[in-house]
């Protein structure tokens, strides 16, 4: 089996989608591995890296899609490049299938199988393969990382004979995979740290980690069967917005990592909250690039309003690249070994697998997975 594995595009991109060491393992299971030229370069990895490891490098970008059997890559392709893919060929990379109707509409006209690196099933068998955990985990780190940039204060108390310096208040509200990470990093810099989460299983690992969790009663809350938080009533998110207010006001730093799979993000932090802050304290809205936790952040711009700095990134596990490469790498190599038949040497579409019908959106000129295809045809 051909797997390519081109260029990331996507301006101001340094993640790789697979990393040298991975391409030995490929190679060792029996692919025929092709990158195209340069793939590497934002991480670090040299043409010469990757065909040490056993791939060949190739120029051609037009013949890199027409020639794969399996496509390899981290952002969603252009609508074009699907049309250049061979029938029965398979394509693996986030998609963000629940907005980008167009795109897996493409795959299914064009025969395409695409599967969703956003979609695999959050269960223990798949954790390995589970990229939306390893970038968020990163993302968590630099959100930290981030706001004690811009900060101009110190995290951690200092005791000096010029005097004692207290340390940071840190907020951050959604406690996932971001948020815990998050919350550990800043612990790790001495801040005082409180957290909030709407799931109420979530406040025993803030705790563990040396955090406050703030108590709010909202009443039922729960979580689906996936894990995921259910959205909150508009009564529910106004609970929380009164009852998150002051802790705010108090906060050197407040981070909103609050996510509610396939749906907008809830706004958790208002315009009068933000004017409530001191200036000189810092948000860091994880969600600013989908529509925003922070009301007024900007996707990709640090903007300031009223003395309060409000950080919108949006590629944070991108900053740092290196690592990025290597988690996203490892979780794509898993998942192709794991449905990697030895004997023809092939990545085999098997819908009783317990993972891979989760995250096949499209296969055999169908939409295959029922949520997309309900979104699809207006259902849902
Ligand atoms: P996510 O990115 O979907 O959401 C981030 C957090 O925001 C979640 O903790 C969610 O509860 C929280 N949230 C939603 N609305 C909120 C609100 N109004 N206020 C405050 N917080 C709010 O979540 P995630 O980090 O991707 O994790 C989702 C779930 O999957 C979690 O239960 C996690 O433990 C689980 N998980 C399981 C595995 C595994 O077993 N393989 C791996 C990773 C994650």
Not at 146 to 163: D, E, K
């Amino acid at each position: 089996m051909r797997i390519a594995i081109p260029k990331e595009t996507h301006p101001g991109e340094n993640r790789v989608p697979i990393i040298p060491a991975d391409v030995k393992k490929l190679v060792k299971i029996g692919a025929d591995v092709v990158i195209e030229h340069d793939m590497g370069a934002g991480s670090g990895y040299t043409n010469d890296d990757y065909t040490e490891a056993g791939a060949t490098v190739s120029m051609d970008r037009d013949a890199l899609f027409s020639g794969a059997d399996l496509l390899l890559r981290l952002r969603k392709p252009d609508i074009a490049e699907i049309a250049q893919m061979k029938e029965g060929a398979i394509h693996i990379s986030y998609l963000d299938p629940f907005n980008e109707h167009a795109l897996v509409n493409a795959f299914k006209e064009a025969k395409v199988t695409a599967i969703s690196m956003e979609m695999i099933p959050r269960t223990t068998r798949s954790q390995k393969m589970d990229a939306l955990s390893s970038q968020a985990n990163l993302a968590g780190y630099v959100m930290v990382i981030q706001a004690a940039s811009h900060l101009p204060r110190i995290f951690p108390m200092m005791m000096t004979p010029a005097g004692t310096l207290k340390p940071a208040n840190v907020f951050v509200i959604g406690a996932g995979v971001a948020g815990l990470q998050a919350i550990a990093t800043a612990k790790r810099l001495g801040a005082k740290v409180t957290a909030f989460d709407t799931r109420p299983v979530v406040a025993e690992q803030v705790q563990s980690l040396g955090a406050k969790f703030l108590e709010i009663d909202l009443g039922e809350t729960g979580e689906t069967a996936g894990g995921y938080a259910k959205e909150l009533t508009p009564e529910q998110v106004e609970i929380q917005r009164q009852a998150q207010k002051d802790v705010i006001a108090k906060s050197d730093v407040v981070i909103t990592t609050a996510q509610v799979f396939g749906r907008k993000p809830p706004v958790l932090v208002t315009k009068d909250m933000v004017e409530g802050m001191a200036p000189g304290s810092v948000i860091v809205d994880m969600a600013a690039e989908t529509g925003g936790n922070v009301e007024g952040s900007v996707p990709n711009e640090t903007i300031t309003v009223n003395g309060v700095t409000i950080i919108g990134l949006g590629n944070l596990a991108g900053e740092v690249a290196k690592d990025a490469s290597q988690m996203y790498s490892s979780n794509l190599f898993n998942l192709v070994d794991d449905s990697w038949d030895e004997e023809s040497k092939a990545f085999v579409i098997d819908f009783e697998h317990d993972i891979l019908p989760g995250c096949i959106i499209t296969h055999a000129g169908e939409v295959t997975n029922e949520t997309i295809k309900n979104i699809l045809e207006g259902g849902a």
